[in-house]
């Protein structure tokens, strides 16, 4: 009896601890999202959701899908298209190259996305409002693909590089001729996202840390070389 | 396995939350830093990659205080989510204490989740430990999605694939609004400070 007294009073006590710690305010409820509920955008966000690093050929073209329905819709709004095609450029390198694509191409897409859905649902939003955005992701598209190049000169390794001429701003029209470029002559190859190293599956602890080791290096690597084209391409723009 | 100092009277314990890459993992520790940096008075260490995901660990540790004369420091870790960090992930779940298994709601993640929770279950045996008994709690994120329509796993689909056998609690959250982001950390601390209750007796 004593003994479960104890312990009740044991945790209630951590109980009150976080409880007083992790005290959360009242919620902010400032920010107000706009629903997506029945907008043609919706399966497009549900799509891009689904994408990971873990990037398949049916997510891909689930995406690549999405985006022509999506255009369909916007037909004639030329801003929304041009947002697409970038979209759609993107997609297309990512599934050419699915692992080895530049890190950087994940955020652009979704950065390219998230002012889709500012324009697209935005109320009263003005023209040169919209292309200012429209401008700063072509921006942002243009040096991912001069990031694109410069690695793939430093690599020398068979990159598909997706080019899309960077659509025309401020008023921007839609640029259905796109031309797919393998970088070497030779297309890219279909690479499987690396599994696990088989052996360190059954590795003793200090040859699992040896092989986690190994894993950190090859990243520490790509982050090494991205890092270097970017400098190379901060020295060239100065 | 939690370091338990009779002498000094310090007990600290280890957390991992685990689950599939893009899961919400470091958004949770993220939410919870930012919300009660002033209070926990602790720094957040993360080690991103270019393409902003977890390389080896995110580590958040909390001092709660003396609980029965014990000064309790927690240690939150994360573990990257990507499939190929299988050696990384083994390693940060060495002496856990306690374990948070962040699930994908997205319809489209049902596997991974399912996938996700083998290999934990798998990368526990290697160390002995059976995620039969281990404290462990679910986490059902990205619920918020719900309202923009994108289209998720149904909460008793995830209790089916994920919880139907091992039958612990589990939140449905969102790490990036907060909802039962901190619910969901209180319920694993209190869970793991009971199981290491008995040694401090």
Do not use: C
């Amino acid at each position: 009896m004593a003994q479960q007294r104890d312990e009740d009073n044991f945790r209630s006590q951590v109980e009150d601890r976080l409880d007083h710690l992790f005290q959360e305010d009242a919620p902010d409820g400032a920010e107000e999202q706009v629903g997506l509920v029945e907008h043609p955008l919706k399966n497009l966000k549900a799509v891009l959701l689904s994408i990971d690093w873990e990037i398949t050929d049916s997510t891909m073209d689930s995406l690549l899908n999405e985006i022509k329905n999506v255009e369909y819709v916007y037909s004639e709004d030329k801003i929304l298209l041009t947002f697409l095609q970038l979209l759609g450029s993107i997609g297309r390198y990512v599934k050419a190259n699915k692992g080895r694509a530049h890190p950087e191409a994940t955020r652009v897409i979704n950065s390219v996305y998230e002012a889709l859905e500012k324009v697209a649902l935005t109320e009263g939003m003005s023209r040169p409002e919209k292309e200012k955005m429209l401008l700063e992701e072509v921006a942002k598209f243009k040096k991912l693909k001069e990031q694109v190049v410069l690695r793939k000169a430093e690599k020398k390794e068979p990159e598909v590089v997706e080019v899309s001429p960077a659509p025309p701003a401020p008023s921007p029209e839609p640029s259905p001729e796109r031309e797919r470029i393998p970088a070497t002559g030779i297309p890219a190859r279909e690479e499987p996202e690396p599994e696990p190293r088989a052996e360190a599956r059954f590795a003793a602890p200090h040859e699992a840390f040896a092989y986690a080791l190994e894993e950190i290096k090859d990243v520490i690597r790509a982050e090494f070389r991205a890092l270097r084209a970017e400098i190379k391409l901060w020295r060239e723009s100065k | 396995m939690a370091i338990i100092n009779l002498k000094k009277k310090e007990v600290q314990a280890k957390i991992v939350y685990y689950g599939p890459g893009r899961g919400g993992k470091t958004t949770n520790l993220e939410y919870i830093y930012k919300k009660f940096r002033s209070r926990i008075q602790t720094e957040m260490v993360t080690i991103k990659t270019h393409g902003d995901r977890t390389l080896f660990f995110d580590f958040l540790p909390i001092e709660i205080g003396k609980i029965k004369g014990y000064d309790i420091r927690i240690q939150l870790y994360t573990v990257p989510g990507q499939v190929k960090y299988e050696s990384t992930r083994r390693l940060v779940l060495r002496g856990v204490d306690g374990i948070v298994f962040v699930a994908d709601s997205l319809a489209v993640r049902r596997k991974e989740n399912v996938l996700s929770l083998k290999s934990l279950a798998d990368n526990l045996a290697s160390y002995k430990k059976s995620i039969l008994e281990i404290p462990l709690v679910f986490q059902y994120n990205k619920r918020d999605l719900l309202e923009e329509g994108i289209p998720l796993l149904p909460v008793e689909w995830l209790e089916k694939d994920l919880n139907s056998k091992l039958q612990v609690p589990s939140f449905e959250a969102s790490a990036l609004k907060g909802p039962n982001v901190v619910q969901t950390m209180k319920k694993i601390i209190i869970l793991t400070i009971d199981s290491l209750r008995k040694d401090l007796t």
